[in-house]
């Protein structure tokens, strides 16, 4: 096959047999952020790569080795997202929504990242991202965390633990900053290239690093929390007395830094051990100082961002899902005459019983080349329209699957079953759409 017939290294297509399933938890989370108050928010997926290189830091490994960054026509750096922050603080500024207000936001959409592909790692990926602006307390962070706990439940996800840190205030992070060069400047001999180069640049960055020989001089580093500043460690306090009073277990994890250097205090991870090495699902944390960096007015802000592929990954592959998005009947018209009136009959179906998914068969073929596509498609009916029904105003009314006998049925009949049909699927699946 040629070259251009594959899609690009670790860009994938979601095919019809697994966008049910996507689709499944896009409504599942949908209603959740919304049971909180969340509005969504859509945001270009190009920014300047400006916007990137102020936010996420320029000593890290998205904006030093990941982005997809290119000139556009005009001369202008340009970036496709590698994450959804940056790009909502900045929709966020532009239009006013921050400043003396509070926002809960949300959105979901592609992320780009040159990363090296493997299982839950792609180039293309995508996240839900939830904001929250202009709230300083730590329940901030005690509901963002709820709310992931809920959305496990619901997914029926169990095993998956919480990691939370704090990072502290500026200050006290600098402070922290240089026990910490002091301590890797004694074992320098034993850092891997990057973290010797970020020694300079971003020492804490350098816990962050996944490099096996690394992890036994960073487990011995001295630790963020034993330098943190009154406030950060009230606030932090605080948000732990919450989580156990919502009976949320959490560990806390002193070397716990996040990629990205925007955030303040808290930071947190969901991590499974079910996916191997890619087993962080969600991670977020406070970043009060990124509004105002980037422009705008001093804004305490909050967020998580999870991985949809990964946690798509972590679900029981349910059955009934396959066929969530199947029609719930396939109209056959054979005979003379039938065509068009099953065309303009297809339409008032539609029009007449909200929700309903009615696929009817176009290109003609012999009854029984029809009801074999009916099957294929998943309907569980078939409606029939032949010469003598065309004739009564009726339809043969066909179960699919399972035994049932054909019925010949009034039009205003067919609708009701159907309306019956899609009320009880809405029912079952305990959502809207
Ligand atoms: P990791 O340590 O796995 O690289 P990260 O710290 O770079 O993750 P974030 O930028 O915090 O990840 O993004 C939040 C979530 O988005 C991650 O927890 C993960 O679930 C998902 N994610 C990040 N990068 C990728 C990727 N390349 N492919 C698939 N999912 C990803
Ligand atoms: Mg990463």
Not at 340 to 365: F, I
Request: aromatic letters at 6%; one cysteine or more; proline letters at 4%.
């Amino acid at each position: 096959m040629a070259q251009y017939i594959r899609s690009v290294r670790g860009m994938h297509d979601i095919l019809p047999g697994d966008s049910a399933r996507w689709h499944w938890l896009e409504a599942r989370v949908r209603r959740l952020v919304a049971s909180y108050g969340y509005r969504e928010i859509r945001m270009p997926v190009v920014e300047r790569t400006e916007l990137f290189k102020r936010s996420i830091g320029e000593v890290t490994d998205i904006v030093e080795k990941e982005m997809y960054t290119f000139e556009d026509r005009n001369g202008e750096s340009l970036t496709l997202r590698p994450e959804g922050t940056a790009g909502c603080v900045r929709a966020g500024i532009e239009h006013g929504l921050l400043h003396n207000q509070q926002q809960r936001l949300w959105y979901m959409g592609p992320m780009f990242r040159h990363e090296r592909p493997q299982k839950g790692r792609y180039r293309q990926f995508h996240q839900i991202g939830v904001e929250v602006f202009g709230i300083a307390e730590p329940e901030v962070e005690a509901e963002l965390i709820a709310m992931n706990a809920r959305l496990w439940r619901e997914l029926g996800i169990e095993d998956v633990r919480l990691e939370i840190n704090s990072l502290g205030s500026p200050q006290s992070r600098a402070e922290y900053r240089e026990r910490l060069v002091a301590y890797f400047r004694r074992h320098e001999a034993d850092l891997d290239e990057d973290s010797r180069r970020r020694l300079d640049t971003n020492p804490l960055r350098i816990l962050d690093s996944k490099h096996p020989d690394m992890q036994a001089l960073i487990a011995g580093a001295p630790s963020l929390l034993d330098h943190l500043d009154l406030d950060s460690q009230a606030h932090f306090d605080a948000l732990c007395a919450m989580l156990d009073e919502m009976a949320i277990p959490y560990r806390v994890n002193p070397r716990l830094v996040r990629g990205l250097d925007y955030y303040t205090r808290t930071v947190f991870e969901w991590i499974t051990g079910s996916l191997g090495a890619q087993g962080t699902i969600c991670a977020g944390g406070r970043y009060d100082g990124l509004v105002a960096q980037l422009g705008g007015r001093d804004t305490p802000a909050a967020g998580f961002a999870l991985g949809i592929e990964r946690l798509l990954a972590l679900m029981r592959p349910a059955e009934d899902l396959a066929a969530a998005d199947a029609p719930h009947a396939f109209l056959v018209p054979v005979g003379e005459g039938t065509l068009h009136r099953a065309l303009a009959l297809a339409e008032a179906l539609r029009r007449d019983v909200p929700g309903l998914r009615l696929q009817t068969n176009l290109g003609g073929g012999s009854f029984k080349a029809q009801l074999k596509r009916a099957d294929r498609s998943g309907a569980p009916y078939a409606l029939l329209l032949g010469e003598d029904e065309l004739a009564q105003g009726t339809l043969g009314f066909k179960p699919l699957r399972g035994q049932g006998a054909q019925e010949t049925l009034a039009l205003e009949a067919v609708a009701e079953r159907l309306a019956l049909l899609v009320s009880e699927e809405r029912e079952a699946t305990g959502l809207d759409a």
